[in-house]
């Protein structure tokens, strides 16, 4: 459990069974989900696997077909979405844009420290302690805009301001309400591309100082990876697997999670066990499967910087391809390679300019390429697509 | 559009095949808009009739003599009480049925048809309609009011009541096309706005009017005043088919005597006049109107 | 569903459906009343449903006894000239406006912006008066003649021409295609669905106009759908009012059988003008 402010324990989020179906599209199959109190959890999956739709039920702006959702341990199935004191980030900020930045700010707190009369039109000026609450709220406002390097703003509208802006002035309006759970529904989509990169810190930066739960959900897997305590990663309404970053990269649980994780993805191989520890593809034998029946149909997953330019007679198993091209990303290169034989299946290599500098001067980057596997990258699956345990081999470069 | 350099060949085709594309609309321009608009400012100075030999120019003499005439005074009077009536109800009207609509799902497309039926319908046909259903003996609607205790009026032809009338039918006839500027608004307000209001703790609907689709309605309900000023001030077509300015001239307004005094009487100066005042009460509308569309530029 | 909701929908629909019956009550009337039998229509007591067809009576005395089908084959007539020249001009010159660079440019798009607020009841004098010594009052192309100038759609097509990619156009420069044609089989058919909603509102406009033909018309031979209808009505002072109502039906018809079947492009082609 996490710690907020002076020693309280952040709220966790408990979902239990959560189901949700658009007319005949199932959305969301029963998912349950634990989310630790003061975690930065990410929900991350391919556009329409149900991740946004999750984070809207735990919002409340969405209810539920089945299952309940609890925050520090207590359901808030039947609350309005104001009642269960979350705030959220949207993708598109939603700022109200006839208000000004401290007006945008203010509104949470106007809605929950004024009465309706208070707040509505001419009506309000009759109230004697209105003017009282508006500058309290107001110091909040600027206190928390001062925090997010944005009090010099308070009196532009959204539209002078930047994207940048405008996202800070969006996280300000979530965090002067103090929420207990911070949603956030892909904050960054709408950014170029450096200001991604800084605000990706400035977030995990602003988690740590608040301490309180965080739920973000985001198509991008860097994101997911950068940012996370822990990762969901969804699919089709299911949650495929749920883990540190470190736990979905190094053990996918599927092909799926295997696929999904990973820039340039994973090269992905079919082949076929041996029934004595090995797995052959396209006539090399990777001893990596223990105990699977020979005749087994398996993948093989290579993560791009498992495969390594090696000599011909090279000691170790030995993937031959062809060499297509070679991309110069300046500290790294991309070689693109196709499997030689009959499956003539697509290989990506990652290797680091020294590597690559290295190769090319022992003349092993001729159109005949020569692959040594690395076992720490590499991973098997069934045919059912589920991970099978790799042993790892000692003494292979 | 690229700059281009003067000189080069394309800067050349374009400076021809400009030309002569917008010749023909110049020509038009100049032919139907601008010729006559000289002619028109010219003749209001003049005592000229259809078909004299003898023009004089008499200055100002035809808008000192229209600002003196009571009928002109009237017809004035009358055009603003019209606009007074239909302009609020047309608007809010428009508003509070587009609210009402929005908000269906299944009925939506049934309620939008019959709401903009009287929009695309020929005034003309639907005014006919209208005088029969208003018929005093015939038509149904004069029984209607005795029953529910208002006596039996003659809507139509009670000095009292004829404006009104008229205007009920500009009402009529306008609410549905309110309806649909603001349903193209309302559906221009980003659902988001609404989610985040209810986070933030909008709970009544009329925190979300105010918060949310009251201010960001503010262009679209500026367009639709002022859109709808400019026609009700045009009201002519129920004059002529339903009251021809009376009884008592009670529905006389600024387009019907002007289409009387230059299309009837000929008194062709004096009409011009009229149609300067016309002019200048449309042309403000319309600079109002061009602001407005300018400031909607700011919330996008 | 909560019971708060449930009273608020119901309410929703009492206050639409109460307005809808008025919306719709004209027109109810009118095609009811158009297959009444005269005898009916002068009766003491309220039945809405007619006790039999006199549908054909009605219409046929509005066919057959009247100028209405002169009016509107006049209507189609001038609708269609109307909408032929102002297409044929409005186009290449809004196109001009939008893309290419010629001298006077500035001044004619400050010439369409002040148009905008022109409506025709103030050219109408001047117009009438040169129309009136030139002999051709009561003629077809007085009735056209001030509609073929449309600085409303010479505004709309420079807007969406504006929007439309120079690479496409450059493209079809480099392809060997000259300016005309570059309008006419580029720019045009990417223009269509700005050109189908202009024409909505071009026909409905005109059609149903009743100020200009009221000046400029003086024999029933070019009487247009408004007049023809009105001169329908003053002829009948024995009050024939099932073929009055049916003489209506026809009239209004076309607009709002053109409305229920290309409802989307009717709605866009009248709205887009805000204004006219």
Partial sequence: MGVRDSGRLADGVVLSGIAKSFGPTRVLEAIDLAIEGGEFLTLVGPSGCGKSTLLRIIAGLETADAGSVAIGGRSVDHLRPDERDVAMVFQSYALYPHMTVAGNMATPLEMRRLTLAERLPLIRHLSPRRPRVMRGIMAEVRAVAETLQIAHLLDRKPAQLSGGQRQRVALGRAMVRRPRVFLMDEPLSNLDAALRVHMRSELAELHARLGITFIYVTHDQVEAMTMSSRVALMDQGRILQLGTPADLYDRPATVAVARFIGSPPINLLEGEADGTGGVRIDGVRLPIAPGVAAGTRVTVGIRPEALHPAPARHDGPVLRARLKRAENLGAEWMLHATLAGAGDAPLVVRITAAEHDAAAAAGLLGEDLALAVAPAGTHLFGADGARIAVRRLAGVA | ?300 | MRPGRLIGRIASHAVLLAGAVVMAAPFVWMLLTSIRPPEEVFGAVFDPIPSRFAGVENYGQALGASNLPRAMLNGVIVCGGILAVQLLTAIPAAYALARLSFRGRGLLFGLVLFGLCIPIQVPALPLYIALANLRLLDTYFALMMPFFLTVFGLFLFRQFFRTYPEEILQAARLDGMGEFEIVWRIAAPAALPAIAAFSVFSVVAHWNDLYWPLIVVTSSERATPALGILAFRDAETGGNYGALMAAAALITGPMIVGFLVARRAFVRGITMTGVR
Avoid at chain 2, 275 to 296: C, D, H, M, P, Y
């Fill in chain 2, 1 to 300: 559009m690229s700059p281009r350099a003067p000189g080069s060949p394309q800067a050349r085709t374009e400076a021809r095949w400009g030309a002569i594309f917008a010749a023909p609309a110049l020509l038009l321009i100049v032919v139907i808009l601008l010729a006559p608009l000289a002619v028109l400012v010219a003749l209001s100075a003049t005592d000229y009739r259809l078909g004299a030999i003898a023009v004089r120019m008499i200055g100002l003499d035809n808008y000192a003599a229209m600002f003196a005439d009571p009928v002109f005074q009237r017809s004035l009077r009358n055009t603003f009480l019209y606009v007074a009536f239909v302009l609020p109800v047309a608007v809010f009207g428009g508003l509070g049925v587009a609210l009402l609509v929005h908000a269906r799902i299944r009925t939506r497309t049934i309620y939008e048809v019959i709401y903009f039926l009287p929009v695309t319908s020929t005034l003309v046909a639907m005014a006919t309609v209208w005088q029969f259903m208003l018929h005093p003996t015939l038509g149904p609607v004069t029984p209607l009011l005795a029953d529910l205790g208002f006596g039996r009026i003659d809507l139509l032809n009670d000095p009292d009541f004829a404006l009104g009338t008229l205007a009920l039918i500009g009402i009529w006839q306008l609410i549905g096309f309110n309806m649909v500027l603001f349903l193209a608004g309302l559906s221009a307000i980003p659902r988001e706005l609404y989610e985040a209001a209810a986070l933030d703790g909008a709970r009544y609907g009329a925190d979300r009017f105010l918060r949310v689709t009251w201010p960001l309605l503010g262009p679209t309900t500026m367009f639709v005043t002022v859109t709808s000023t400019v026609t009700a001030f045009k009201v002519f077509d129920t004059v002529v088919v339903l009251t021809r300015g009376g009884p008592l001239g009670s529905t006389e307004t600024l387009l019907y005597i002007l289409y009387l005094e230059g299309f009837q009487y000929f008194r062709m100066g004096y009409a011009a006049a009229m149609t300067v005042v016309l002019l200048v009460f449309l042309a403000g509308l319309s600079i109002l109107q061009a602001r407005v569309l300018e400031r909607k530029v700011h919330y996008a």
